[in-house]
């Protein structure tokens, strides 16, 4: 029997297979995470600050506090997606439960006649976004998954994807990858995965292939599935200067980690037809780290209104993916098994640069009785950039031609009845697309209650976001988008000690 061995090799990166738009819109954004009063209150702080998670927005926030305190926020996960794929409708669900913010800071007053009034320092833990989903798609398409590997496959030498004398069948998947890039790799698994054939199988210069299916429709089913998550480590410091102005700075470090799995199942071929059945299934594992800074003022304009003022740098990310798939079909090789999700891809380490954020920010404080809050968040999504550039030059021509500006409105408001606060909030983001259709509009709306023990306060909050998304299963090949509407519910609990 064949020894049953693990390959690492080094993909090109030219392709962006595993590098694409998708990853500059996956972390780029961040979720409405943090504490729980923040949560429920849309995340409008910017002009606010007096909470550890407002240090997302305007990290001038942490030195409005009065004291030192400790927050800590356990969050509930509810994923809902619908989606709707040809003649196909189906859902999808998934719970999780993490904690998702945890800080401190400590207030240090001044006590002589300088006009610095204050001295805040702060760290702080939140998950910026939580990446664990799932969703299933099912539908009868036109579309067989012999169009994704004919798109890859047309214009290679016959010659160039075929095993070599003695050449085992995982060794020649890996070193095609390394040595002649992704698309020849797909070709490769879609001839040996028995989907499709050469025109001339005889002829080694042969550049044209045909499908090895025979369909009018075919029955697919497609569940994806991620884990993982976007966190953010807050360093920050801030200062008071008088009785009005509030200055504060951070350095923030990110942290990914990301796992995708698809499984893809095709069935329904027309009687006679070679091929019964397709089964096509991918792996990708992305980890890396991220550095940003943020800048920040607030400023009372009098006891009744306060104006805010934030940068948040563009984030650079030093990313590693690795990358695994594993396909079989009626007339795949004998030993098309060999070629699994312990055959693994390894590309070159890349840098992802996100776009940076700009902020501005209001509040109505109605002294003991509430507040009104509002922010609004300018970000350039075509302006983010996937290096080495010369590796990327299509997947950044991509990024500008197909993202643009996006705006973000916050509302938030709470009231105050004695030790009791009710809290309400509203979210807006525009779809980052410039046709608006690919990724829709978010719209997200929140509420809670908080207790006030004196010493320490309990926060509870629910937010709910809904999205609808047009998802391709595959790059190429299946143009046919599902479409998907995300609804992302979560339930925090939160408790803060002051000292």
Avoid at 75 to 98: I, M, P, Q, V
Avoid at 195 to 215: G, K, L, R
Wanted: hydrophobic content about 35%; charged content about 20%; glycine content about 10%.
């Amino acid at each position: 029997m064949k020894r049953y061995l693990t390959f690492i090799t080094m993909l090109l990166c030219a392709i962006g297979s595993a590098q694409d738009i998708n990853d500059v819109l996956r972390y780029s954004s961040e979720n409405l995470q943090g504490s729980a009063r923040y949560q429920s209150m849309g995340g409008a702080f910017g002009a606010l600050g007096g909470d550890l998670s407002a240090l997302n927005v305007n990290p001038a926030g942490s030195a409005v506090f009065n004291n030192s305190l400790f927050g800590i926020t356990g969050t509930n996960y509810n994923r809902k997606n619908e989606a709707a794929y040809f003649d196909g409708r189906t859902n999808s669900k998934l719970n999780s439960l993490e904690f998702n913010q945890i800080g401190g800071v400590l207030v240090f007053k001044s006590k002589g006649e300088s006009p610095w009034k204050k001295l805040t320092l702060a760290i702080n833990y939140d998950l910026a976004q939580n990446f664990d989903n799932e969703t299933f798609i099912r539908g009868n398409s036109t579309q067989g998954i012999d169009n994704y590997f004919l798109d890859y496959a047309q214009g290679a030498p016959f010659a160039s994807i075929l095993t070599q004398d003695g050449e085992y069948l995982e060794d020649a998947y890996l070193d095609i990858g390394a040595q002649q890039g992704f698309a020849d790799q797909q070709a490769f698994l879609g001839y040996y995965g028995g989907i499709i054939n050469p025109v001339d199988e005889n002829d080694d210069n042969n550049i044209a292939y045909t499908s090895n299916s025979d369909y009018n429709s075919v029955n697919q089913e497609f569940t994806l599935s991620t884990t993982g998550y976007n966190s953010k480590f807050v360093v920050n410091g801030a200062t008071q200067f008088g009785e009005n102005l509030y200055f504060g700075a951070s350095l923030n470090f990110h942290t990914i980690v990301y796992t995708q799995y698809d499984e893809f199942t095709e069935r329904g071929y027309n009687a006679g037809s070679p091929n019964n059945f397709t089964t096509f299934d991918n792996y990708l594992s992305t980890e890396g780290n991220g550095f940003s800074f943020s800048l920040g003022a607030i400023g009372k304009v009098n006891d009744f209104i306060r104006l805010g003022a934030s940068y948040q740098s563009p984030t650079w990310y030093r990313l590693t993916d690795d990358f695994s798939q594993r396909i079989n079909s009626t007339t795949a090789d004998d030993e098309i098994d060999y070629i699994n999700f312990d055959i693994i891809n390894l590309f070159e380490p890349y840098k992802l640069k996100t776009p940076g954020k700009l902020t501005g920010s209001l509040a109505l404080v109605f002294g003991k009785n509430g507040l009104l809050s509002l922010d609004y968040g300018y970000q350039d999504m075509s302006s983010a950039l996937l290096k080495p550039e010369s590796d990327f030059a299509n997947v950044n021509n991509d990024i500008a031609n197909n993202l643009g500006n996006v705006s973000t409105i916050k509302l938030g408001g709470e009231y105050r009845i004695q030790r009791f606060s009710l809290r309400a909030g509203y979210r807006y983001e525009q779809s980052p697309f410039t046709n608006g259709n690919t990724i829709g509009d978010l719209n997200g709306y929140s509420g809670g209650l908080g207790i006030n023990f004196r010493k320490s306060r309990l926060d509870i909050a629910l937010n709910r976001t809904e999205q609808e998304v047009n998802e391709r299963l595959f790059n190429t090949g299946l143009t046919t988008p599902a479409t998907i509407d995300r609804i992302n519910t979560n339930v925090s609990i939160g408790y803060t000690v002051n000292f």
